[in-house]
């Protein structure tokens, strides 16, 4: 079945480490977004890519790094920068023209930072 | 992206019709209404969406104001599965990214 997969689903790591969150999808959809998640808010936009070996920061940016190099995998890492890591990640993924805009998600990756 | 304002909360009897409000006052023509919903602890799911006129599929109905200021979302016979938090979303035709406010947390009660 089609659909986005991230892994892992938890994640526990010490402060100071980077941590690579997976998310591989085989929709065939250009676009590719992340984003961060604290209890009781929305969803805020770390970065997204429109194309292979292309992404633009979102509006959290900061301690966060992606690439980009095939069309069906999107990987986030956490750096030790970021100063609040601890969230629910959510990967998403859309097609790039028409105007649906309708985006699917993954289940999400919860990572602790203990 | 225009911005929207929705109720933190809102209770539902089971079988009876859910209807979710959402303001969008300064939306711009070419701007979409999006819905979509999270239930606890997973990925958003998209519902559905409009331009002007009201919309329906098999999980919900959208019903947007002749001057599109506001529009409404209606389950029309809520169980309790459909307890979640309610996003509504306005964006333009183009490629940007969704923008989530809080939305509505929709408690479904039997």
């Known amino acids: 079945d089609g659909g986005i997969t991230q892994s892992p689903k938890y994640l526990f790591r010490k402060e100071g480490q980077n941590v690579t969150l997976s998310c591989e999808q085989n929709?065939?959809?250009?676009?590719m977004y992340w984003y961060r998640q604290d209890p009781g808010q929305g969803l805020r936009l770390i970065y997204y890519?429109?194309?292979?070996?292309?992404?633009q920061k979102g509006d959290i940016a900061e301690g966060y790094s992606v690439s980009r190099e095939k069309k069906e995998s999107f990987p986030l890492t956490v750096t030790s920068a970021q100063k609040n890591p601890t969230a629910f990640y959510l990967c998403?993924?859309?097609?790039?023209?028409?105007?649906?805009?309708?985006?699917?998600f993954g289940e999400g990756s919860r990572l602790t930072v203990l | 992206d225009a911005k929207t304002t929705q109720p933190t909360s809102m209770d539902c009897a089971e079988g009876r019709a859910a209807n979710l409000p959402c303001n969008h006052s300064?939306?711009?023509?070419?701007?979409?209404v999006y819905w979509y919903r999270q239930i606890h602890s997973q990925g958003p799911q998209y519902i559905i969406h409009?331009?002007?006129n009201n919309e329906t599929n098999e999980m919900a109905s959208l019903i947007i104001t002749e001057d599109r200021k506001s529009s409404t979302l209606i389950l029309p016979h809520a169980t309790l599965r459909d307890t979640a938090v309610y996003y509504c979303?306005?964006?333009?035709?183009?490629?940007?990214?969704?923008?989530f406010g809080k939305g509505t947390r929709l408690s479904v009660i039997a």
């Open positions: 998403a993924s859309s097609r790039l023209a028409g105007r649906t805009g309708e985006l699917f």
């Open positions: 929709l065939n959809h250009d676009a």
């Open positions: 890519s429109q194309i292979v070996n292309d992404f």
């Open positions: 300064t939306i711009s023509g070419n701007e979409y």
């Open positions: 409009g331009l002007k």
């Open positions: 979303i306005v964006r333009n035709s183009g490629n940007t990214p969704l923008v």
